[in-house]
């Protein structure tokens, strides 16, 4: 297969799933091992093109994003108030993704953790909304810092690959009492400063094994990347709007053992 069209499926891949609870990085470990798209670089790789997802989200957020830095001191995802939210999700996975970087390049980085990740994930989501709690916030406006550090916390688990973060907060948000939809985009907006973070965070550490000649294939993931994300986060939306998560929940137990036995 021409490397080309294997860089336009991984961004594909990455772009669809970023904001769907499925695991956009066990997808992609997935895909690159039967793509044969493997080692340093791959995995680099890997981890950049969830920029341009995350470009996405900000471009379809902007005015949220930009309402951040009014100086309101005001409710909800605004102003010194939205920060501080932002920054308590963020902050407890930047610390234990910082600790665990290198162990979790290493040794998770393969179709065994994703399809561990994979099946596990899938049974919570089943259990979450077999027993939800009658949700207390609806709306971005009405969330507080207790949410938004439980939130965080959950998010540490999806540094395993296959957990998916999107399925690590958005469920962690129902937990909370937070509104379905609402801990979607919620959801969306935290993943960027701590995606922002670790994308720079790994290109330093990769800055050796990289060369000029790596630009083109990652500028092409990147724009498929963003493109396809634009389209699955308004499309996730809509969806959420009439249907629970359970659907992901047994795609994900389905799949699980086949990548474990086919696979891995």
């Not at 961004?11 to 970023?18: A, D, F, H, P, S």
């Not at 610390?95 to 290198?102: E, K, L, Q, S, Y």
């Not at 909370?176 to 959801?187: H, L, N, V």
Request: some cysteine; overall charge positive; glycine content about 10%.
């Amino acid at each position: 297969m021409a490397a080309w069209l294997i860089i336009f499926i991984l961004g594909l891949v990455e772009g669809i799933t970023e904001f769907i609870p499925v695991s956009s990085t066990g997808h992609l470990i997935v895909a690159g091992h039967m793509l044969g798209f493997a080692g340093e670089s791959a995995k680099t790789f890997e981890i950049f093109i969830q920029l341009g997802a995350i470009l996405a989200v900000v471009f379809l957020y902007k005015d949220t994003f930009l309402g951040l830095f009014t100086g309101q001191r005001t409710r909800g995802v605004v102003g010194f108030h939205g920060l501080l939210l932002l920054a308590l999700t963020t902050l407890p996975a930047l610390v234990v993704g910082a600790i665990t970087h290198g162990y979790i390049k290493q040794y998770l980085f393969n179709t065994h953790t994703v399809a561990m990740g994979l099946g596990v994930g899938g049974v919570a989501i089943l259990l979450v909304e077999l027993v939800l709690p009658r949700a207390r916030r609806d709306g971005l406006g009405t969330l507080r810092w207790r949410e938004a550090l439980l939130i965080g916390l959950f998010q540490c688990l999806a540094l395993w690959p296959g957990t998916s973060r999107s399925a690590a907060t958005i469920v962690g948000g129902m937990i909370a009492g937070i509104e379905r939809k609402t801990a979607a985009e919620y959801s969306f907006l935290a993943a960027v400063p701590l995606m922002f973070a670790a994308v720079a965070f790994d290109l330093f550490k990769s800055r050796a094994i990289l060369h000029a000649a790596d630009v083109p294939v990652f500028a092409l993931g990147f724009v498929v990347s963003l493109i396809a994300a634009a389209v699955a986060v308004k499309g996730f939306l809509r969806l959420l709007g009439s249907y629970t998560l359970n659907a992901f929940g047994w795609y994900r137990i389905i799949i699980a053992p086949l990548i474990w036995f086919f696979l891995a």
